[in-house]
């Protein structure tokens, strides 16, 4: 179960990677069904004029319009901890697995998930936290505005 | 307030009937920041392949990026009671009041909104009930899918 997790985080890494050549924010992630993904996203504020599209909320618009049945038997691989909006979204569609990279950077509403019975795993990757953690160093200015739009 | 309220509460449930013409469910939402609308947006679930996008996510998504300070002088006006997704969204974005037009016909986690400091208010029009219920009445199948698709 661990390498199949490692297996699935590294899509989800690739993910960011791929927002980070169109010049976005390197977060990824990658839906899996029965040892196979369903839907692959990543962070796309940049990109566009978007302000839902985070890597969670892409990659689960990316996999269509599953059953709920479909929904639960789901792992949702992100290279971060998921927000308020993502956690919401997990919580409705009823996403019983979510493994994250890391939740130094950023941490969401783990408690809220936990609560509502999701199982949280957190790998704590030290790739995960550098490949963000370079992007905000160069980019201080865009991380700290999209940081403004949602913190007190 | 309350006039303003109701005159905001028309244009959410114009939204809602541009969705029922679509072919969609007919709820619909808007933004106001300083007495002006700046977002507009009805639920597409049935227009497209989309998962994400109920009424509230895109007037949201449709505001453009805002900045935090816009965001928390907004009330957005929705038909009916946010899901968790939408609720979520709304603490993400600190979006301050939220106005609801009934939670008869679905009700979303409006403790979880209130413990963050959201204020709700809940119209409890029958307008917002009929037009919904129509749509059920009509399109039961349809209905019954989608709430398949997120129901235990």
Known sequence: MIKKDHLY???AIKEAKISLKENGIPIGAVLVENN???GKGHNKLLQGESSIL???MDCIESA???KGVDYKKCTLYT???PCEMCSGT???YKIPRIVMGENETLKGPEEYLIENNVELINMDLEKCKMILKS???KHPDLWNEEMER???
């Open 36 to 38: 196979k993904i369903i």
């Open 54 to 56: 985070h890597a969670e």
């Open 79 to 81: 290279t971060l901890s």
């Open 90 to 92: 997990i919580i409705l």
């Open 135 to 137: 992007f905000i160093i």
């Open 64 to 66: 269509g319009k599953l």
């Open 9 to 11: 985080m590294e899509e």
């Open 150 to 152: 949602v913190h007190d």
